[in-house]
C-alpha cells in the first residue's frame, strides 16, 4: 500500500506542476469576467435607443422580389427613415421609405452621425475607418462590411454600411475581456474555440490531478490513523 501511495503522490505531484499555470489563468480570467456586469461590458449604456419613425406618407416597399428575404423592417437613423433588409445569409439593405429605391452604402460621415446621434457618453469621435469585410477587426469578428468609428476615449463602435446600424460596440475593456475569454477558452487568436485540444487536454488533466487527490485524502488520513496507534 505505502508503493502504491507514492506512486500516486508523485503522478500527483507531477500532474500539479503541469496544469498549475492553467488554473491560475482560468481563476483570474474568470474573475476579471464576472467583476463588472455584462451589460456595462457590452457598453449598452453608451447608446440611447433610436427614435419612433414617423413619415409625412404611406411607406413605398422595396422591390423585394426574387430576394431571400428574412424579414423587413422600418427603423430610425440619424439620416432619417429607412427600410432595413434582412437576407437568409445575414446580410442587410437600407432603402428610402417613400420611394422604396434602394440606398447607396453609408459614407464615413454619415457613420460617424449616426453613431454621435445616439451616444450618451461625453467622448468624441477620433476617427472613422473602412473595414475589410474579409479580414475584420478581432474585436468585430462579423464579416461586413463597415465603419469603425473610434471616440476619443478608445471606444469602438461599428456601423454596418449597407443598413446604417450600429452593430458592435467595444469599450476598451470590452478588448481586454475579450483578451481574458480567449485565455480562459485557451484560443487567444480567434476567441471562439471553446472545445480546442488544448483546453481539452488540460481540462482532462485537471480532472486527473483531483480524482488523484480523491483518492490519495482516505489513504493519508488510514496511514496517519495507523501511526497514532503505533505510537
Known sequence: MGVVRSKLRRWHIWLGW?????????????????????????????????????????????????????????KQTASGPRWVATLDDGTARAADPLTGAW?????AIAAAREVTARYTGSASVASVARTDPHKPPL???????????TLTDGTHFYVDTRSGEVVATRTRFWRF???????????LKGREDTH???IIGFAILSLLTTLLALVMLPLTIRRRR??????
Open 103 to 107: 440606398l447607396p452604402e453609408l459614407s
Open 177 to 187: 475581456y475579450d483578451w481574458m475569454w480567449g485565455l480562459h477558452i485557451m484560443d
Open 18 to 74: 503541469i496544469v498549475g499555470l492553467p488554473i491560475f489563468f482560468w481563476v483570474v480570467s474568470g474573475l476579471v469576467m464576472v467583476v463588472r456586469p455584462i451589460d456595462e461590458v457590452r457598453g449598452s449604456h453608451l447608446l440611447r435607443d433610436p427614435k419612433p419613425v414617423h413619415l409625412a406618407a404611406a411607406p413605398v416597399a422595396p422591390a423585394i422580389e426574387g430576394l431571400p428575404l428574412a424579414s423587413l423592417a422600418l
Open 196 to 198: 480546442n485540444p488544448l
Open 139 to 149: 474585436d468585430l469578428r462579423r464579416e461586413i462590411p463597415a465603419w469603425q468609428v
Open 226 to 231: 495507523k501511526a497514532k496507534a503505533s505510537q
